[in-house]
Every structure is written in structure tokens, then in C-alpha cells.
């Protein structure tokens, strides 16, 4: 296993396009989770799935932020109509759901919305 | 909900020397872990230390060591024999017990290891 997974490394798109992100985690993790975080922040809390199941969202995910994750394994993060606001850095990261050891993070998908 | 603040926005520290960062919380659970992340630039993320709460007994790794003051809610980084690959933006972080595991971090603090 080579860790957690992030794809695209990098986006550049327009305002009002659609865009779309994905996230391998580490294949015995069952829980994955999408922060943001902007130049200079820490990461905030995005969204999390324990196997297939969202369990709980962040009010900063506003309608235009969809999370799945088919089947329990990669996770994709769609963000519609962007704007510039949605610039900054999303990580995924991955955990057991047994014990308490902290995330193994991805390298993150930088955004930027011109 | 649970807050973490990092009061140093940047350290700078000489290599081989010392440096600690600090970092409070406001919580009012009882039971949860905290920890110490390192974000090296342009590269992920790694867990630097880990504490759980109702251990009293400062979590060590080999050159990173915690403070660890549940009542002041205080829990310090320090970084001996600093090296130059410490140079990174560190984050605290928040886990409440039971809650999915999901982190609150501080702002982070920028360490420069200068040679």
C-alpha cells in the first residue's frame, strides 16, 4: 500500500465549472475524511464516511459540495459552479476506525479558480 | 464545539537548539487525544506525537516531546536538537473521544530551522 491517494495534484479551472476530485485511502482504513484548508490555515473539516456511509457533513459544505464513496473504498469530492472562494487545498485523509491514531494524509488537490 | 489556538503565527530557531511551540484548547469533554502535526512545504502532512488525555505522562518520540497541562489545557511542542528538515508549518489538533475521530486544528505555527 502506498498510502492515501489524491488525484488531481493540481486543478485550474473557471468560475462556474464544474470540478471533481478523488481520494484512495489506505485499503484496511474504513474511515476517509475531505478537509480544506487556505494559504497560511489549518485544515477544516469538510465531511467523513465510515465504509459507504456520510456520516456527518460540516456547515461548510453548501449545496454545491457532493461526497461519495461507492463501496466503501475512494471517495470522490465534486464541487459544482465554482467560485473563487473554493480556492484553496483539499486534503483527504484516512483512519481505522479501530483505536485512536491519528490520520494518515494525501498529498492534496490544489484548486485554484480563475 | 472545540477550539484550538496557536498564539505563534512563526519560530525561527537555530539548528541544533530548541524550540517550543505552544498551543491551548477549550474544551469541556472529559475524555480525548491531541496532537502534533507537521506539514512540510509543498508536501503532505505526517503525525508528528500523539496524547490521550487521561494519560498524564507526556508523550515522547524521539526528539519531539509534549507538555501536556489537561487543567490549563495546555499542550506544548518541544522540538530538541533542532534539524533543518524540521522546517515546516506545525498544527495542533483536537480529537473528542467517540466523535467519528474527527480533528479541530489550531492556525499552525511556521518553524524555520536556520543552518
Known amino acids: 500500500d502506498t498510502g492515501v491517494s489524491q488525484n488531481p495534484r493540481h486543478k485550474i479551472t473557471k468560475r462556474g465549472q464544474n470540478v471533481t476530485f478523488r481520494c484512495d485511502p489506505i485499503?484496511?482504513?474504513?474511515?476517509l475524511y475531505w478537509y480544506r484548508q487556505t494559504l497560511g490555515q489549518g485544515p477544516e473539516f469538510l465531511t467523513y464516511?465510515?465504509?459507504?456511509?456520510?456520516?456527518?457533513k460540516s456547515r461548510l459544505l453548501s449545496d454545491r459540495f457532493s461526497a461519495e464513496r461507492p463501496k466503501g473504498s475512494f471517495s470522490t469530492l465534486e464541487i459544482q459552479r465554482t467560485e473563487q472562494g473554493d480556492s484553496a487545498m483539499y486534503l483527504c485523509?484516512?483512519?481505522?476506525?479501530?483505536?485512536?491514531?491519528?490520520?494518515?494524509f494525501g498529498s492534496g488537490t490544489r484548486l485554484t479558480v480563475v | 464545539a472545540q477550539t484550538v489556538t496557536q498564539s505563534q503565527p512563526e519560530m525561527s530557531v537555530q539548528e541544533a537548539e530548541t524550540v517550543t511551540l505552544s498551543c491551548t484548547y477549550d474544551?469541556?469533554?472529559?475524555?480525548?487525544?491531541l496532537f502534533w502535526y507537521k506539514q512540510p512545504p509543498s508536501r503532505q502532512m505526517i503525525l508528528v506525537i500523539r496524547?490521550?488525555?487521561?494519560?498524564?505522562q507526556n508523550a515522547t518520540e524521539n526528539r519531539f516531546s509534549v507538555n501536556f497541562q489537561k487543567a490549563a489545557k495546555s499542550f506544548s511542542l518541544k522540538i530538541s536538537d533542532s534539524q533543518l528538515g524540521d522546517t515546516a508549518m506545525y498544527f495542533c489538533?483536537?480529537?473528542?473521544?467517540?466523535?467519528?475521530?474527527?480533528?479541530?486544528f489550531g492556525g499552525g505555527t511556521r518553524v524555520l530551522v536556520k543552518p
Open positions: 485499503s484496511e482504513h474504513n474511515r
Open positions: 496524547q490521550e488525555a487521561y494519560k498524564q
Open positions: 485523509a484516512s483512519s481505522s476506525s479501530v483505536g485512536v491514531y491519528g490520520y494518515t
Open positions: 474544551t469541556s469533554e472529559n475524555n480525548y487525544y
Open positions: 489538533a483536537f480529537m473528542k473521544e467517540a466523535a467519528g475521530n474527527k480533528l479541530t
Open positions: 464516511f465510515q465504509n459507504e456511509a456520510q456520516l456527518e
